[in-house]
């Protein structure tokens, strides 16, 4: 089992920026996928960003060139938000698979944070 824990969130105004936390516990491995979902009140979960154990990293359209997704060691990793828009509020959840393959569909990943609220004021 791995547990995940995110911290970070908040309420901002438009064009501020946020950094989203995540920190695993328990049979981790150093090749797992990792990333981040968000869920907006009425709307399914969407994959946001995710990391290969290579550490090959991909982007949704709504956020690339805006987001970054990072990891500092094997159980940390973090997700940069900056120029925020109203659009991303939503509740972020990272999420963690024993899986080599980097996939954005939620069914791939075993394991989720309990998820943390971001609110982007305009």
């Known amino acids: 089992q791995v547990q995940l824990v995110e911290s970070g969130g908040g309420l901002v105004q438009a064009g501020d920026s946020l950094r989203l936390s995540c920190a695993a516990s328990?049979?981790?491995?150093?090749?797992?996928?990792m990333g981040w979902f968000r869920q907006a009140p009425g709307k399914d979960r969407e994959f946001v960003a995710g990391?290969?154990?290579?550490?090959?990293t991909h982007y949704s359209s709504p956020v690339e060139g805006r987001f970054i997704i990072s990891k500092d060691n094997m159980n940390m990793m973090y997700l940069q938000m900056n120029s925020l828009k109203p659009e991303d509020t939503a509740v972020y959840y990272c999420?963690?698979?024993?899986?080599?393959?980097?996939?954005?569909?939620?069914?791939?990943?075993?394991?989720w944070g309990q998820g943390t609220q971001v609110t982007v004021s305009s």
């Open positions: 328990g049979r981790t491995s150093n090749r797992d996928s």
């Open positions: 990391m290969a154990w290579t550490g090959n």
């Open positions: 999420v963690r698979s024993p899986s080599s393959i980097l996939y954005t569909q939620p069914e791939r990943y075993r394991y």
